[in-house]
């Protein structure tokens, strides 16, 4: 019995490193452009996924623990897709609350899930990624779920060589 289940474990085991690694392989870095970095990966069949990421410069908040924190600006031309930025906050956000992000001194309004959060939709995206390549830094502000306010600051430094690098990679 012990025999049986020991195979049926490694098989399993073989199964499913098989499956995860025919649908997605680990990111490539493509470069290092200041305080960002570009990557690209391919998801599913041949799908290619590039993707452009920072972290704050600071972190402001009364917490005591909390976990890595990301911006990213994503392309996935196999779906028409392009400029989707996200955030992940190293926290979950307070239900049904909203962050503000501040690009110089334009305001972008994020909605919020778990411990991520987005813009409305692809006209947000395009204008923030726009103020993201043009800017000097941006500030996002949220809420935790334990009603910890939170002010994490970015530089943009390299954004535009970053955003070319993803662009170039994924042909758009």
């Not at 976990?67 to 307070?94: C, M, Q, W």
């Not at 909203?98 to 409305?120: H, I, K, M, R, Y």
């Not at 390299?158 to 990679?169: L, N, P, R, T």
Request: one cysteine or more; hydrophobic letters at 35%.
């Amino acid at each position: 019995m012990r025999r049986k289940f020991e195979k049926f474990l490694i098989l399993n085991v073989a199964l499913i490193m098989y499956v995860t690694t025919a649908w997605a392989e680990a990111p490539k870095k493509i470069g290092e452009y200041d305080d960002w970095s570009a990557y690209v990966f391919v998801e599913g069949a041949d799908n290619k996924v590039c993707y452009m990421v920072s972290q704050p410069k600071t972190e402001e908040g009364d917490y005591t623990q909390r976990g890595d924190v990301f911006a990213l600006v994503t392309h996935r031309p196999a779906e028409n897709s392009r400029n989707v930025f996200s955030y992940i906050a190293g926290y979950s956000y307070k239900p049904d609350s909203e962050v503000t992000l501040t690009v110089d001194n334009q305001n972008f309004t994020l909605f919020t899930e778990g411990e991520s959060a987005w813009t409305p939709d692809q006209a947000t995206d395009n204008k923030l990624t726009e103020a993201i390549r043009r800017g000097n830094s941006f500030a996002v502000k949220g809420v935790s779920a334990r009603g910890t306010r939170t002010t994490d600051t970015f530089g943009l430094k390299g954004s535009s060589a970053a955003y070319k690098a993803i662009s170039e990679e994924c042909g758009m």
